[in-house]
């Protein structure tokens, strides 16, 4: 059974400062690692869709690195704005039809 | 493009009631889910269907039923509510390049059982 581990589950940051959150699997078998972003009371957001044979993706400020072979991922947030507050969640791709397989998330606080 | 939507927002079921919770995209998706997001749990898979007509089970699916009739539409069904099925139902769909491509999720169905 696949499970996604996210460390920290809160995270609060000074406005500016760069910061990574981490995300780990037990089951290496993928299709893909997909990082989402959850505002309060809302739907989820994709953020950044990583292939299983791809090492990293890039969107602006964001950066996420795939290391399949160890379990792990990294979302990277540069320059940390308060409008980037939110839960951030990673979910792992597999199966038939790329079922997703969540992280219980990092809520993320960026003080003015 | 409306997206995904979801019918109602919102709902108190009493223990025993039955209720269909209806999911909408307007997208021309192919696969199609419904997940259920519990505190300290994270989203899990309900059921899915990869195209109109067909349904499959995901990890937890006691419960509840599915209907895919249109290739628009996917209902999610609760026979008869319990207040372990208190939780927040999102509804997701993406292409039929599922692997390559990310789900777009609706904003969500609150469920309460009392």
């Known amino acids: 059974k696949q499970e996604v581990t996210q460390i920290p589950a809160a995270l609060s940051v000074p406005e500016g400062e760069n910061l990574v959150l981490n995300c780990s699997f037990t089951d290496s078998a993928i299709y893909n690692l997909q990082w989402f972003r959850q505002d309060p009371g809302k739907g989820l957001t994709s953020l950044l869709l990583?292939?299983?044979?791809?090492r990293e993706q890039t969107s602006g400020r964001l950066n996420a690195s795939l290391d399949k072979s160890s379990g792990r991922s990294t979302l990277y947030i540069a320059a940390s704005q308060p409008g980037d507050s939110a839960t951030y969640l990673c979910?792992?791709?597999?199966?038939?039809?790329?079922?997703?397989?969540f992280g219980t998330g990092t809520r993320l606080t960026v003080i003015p | 493009n409306a997206g995904v939507t979801q019918t109602p927002k919102f709902r108190v079921l009493k223990t025993g009631q039955s209720m269909t919770l209806l999911c909408a995209q307007d997208?021309?998706?192919?696969?199609m889910y419904w997940y259920r997001q519990d505190p300290g749990m994270g989203l899990r898979l309900i059921h899915y269907?990869?195209?109109?007509?067909?349904?499959a089970k995901g990890e937890v699916p006691d419960g509840y039923n599915v209907s895919r009739l249109k290739k628009q539409n996917f209902l999610l069904g609760l026979e008869s509510a319990a207040p372990s099925q208190t939780s927040v139902y999102f509804c997701?769909?993406?292409?039929?390049?599922?692997?390559?491509?990310?789900?777009?999720f609706g904003p969500g169905t609150r469920l309460l059982v009392l």
């Open positions: 997701a769909s993406t292409i039929d390049r599922a692997r390559r491509e990310t789900q777009y």
């Open positions: 990583i292939q299983s044979s791809q």
């Open positions: 979910a792992v791709g597999k199966g038939g039809a790329n079922n997703l397989f």
């Open positions: 997208m021309n998706h192919e696969y």
């Open positions: 269907s990869v195209g109109e007509g067909t349904t």
